[in-house]
């Protein structure tokens, strides 16, 4: 059989994405296909995905994806516990550091946001359980780019509490991230798996 027969006899599959995505950017599509939407229930991974989404604000998620590990090394792995003791001698050193976002105010945010988060913790057992308590304990289906009800409630009141850089875009393009929202596109192949 000559290899234009073999060829044409083989039929691919593809798999239909959200239409947002830029299937020729393969760690955007892997970041789609494996961790986007997909239910996050520890809250270290929760104050990661927050407080990359407030570094976000502004900026392309696609900039923020290509630097997350070296916002992992240099924010100690997203340990609230431990960002929320930071000081300014740590503070100056992730200001040199060029493998991140370089923003002051984000950095200093995400101290002031881990000690808030930690307070959350420990009047509602998780920030999980926090989160949920504005969702009504189920996932959302909502593939809108406008914020939600209870990303604007969840936003309302993280501001009332202090937190920076949560406003209802943030947090609902993260609860979005997280899985508190299914925004996969109906079409999307994960879209009844979420």
């Known amino acids: 059989m000559s290899p234009d027969k073999r060829d044409s006899s083989v039929k691919s599959f593809e798999v239909t994405r959200c239409q947002w995505l830029n299937t020729a950017d393969q760690e955007y599509v892997e970041y789609h296909d494996k ?10 991974r929760l104050y990661e995905a927050l407080m990359l989404e407030c570094f976000q604000a502004g900026l392309s998620w696609k900039c923020i994806l290509r630097k ?6 240099a924010f100690d792995n997203w340990e ?26 984000k950095i200093v945010a995400a101290i002031i946001n881990a000690r808030i988060f930690l307070d959350i913790q420990s009047e509602y057992g998780s920030f999980e359980a926090y989160i949920r308590k504005f969702t009504g304990h189920i996932i959302i289906r909502d593939h809108q780019n406008t914020p939600s009800s209870a990303a604007r409630n969840i936003s309302k009141h993280l501001k009332k509490l202090g ?18 929202i299914n925004a996969h596109d109906p079409c999307c192949f994960l879209y009844s798996q979420c």
Do not use: C
């Not at 997350?68 to 090394?73: G, I």
């Not at 609230?80 to 923003?103: C, G, Q």
């Open 68 to 73: 997350r590990a070296a916002f992992r090394l």
């Open 163 to 180: 937190m920076k850089f949560t406003g209802p875009s943030t947090i609902h393009s993260f609860l979005q991230a997280t899985g508190f």
């Open 35 to 44: 961790e986007w939407g997909k239910p996050i229930m520890n809250d270290d």
């Open 80 to 105: 609230a516990s431990t960002v929320a003791t930071y000081n300014a001698d740590k503070i100056n050193s992730l200001m040199e550091n060029p493998d991140i976002i370089r923003h002051r105010g």
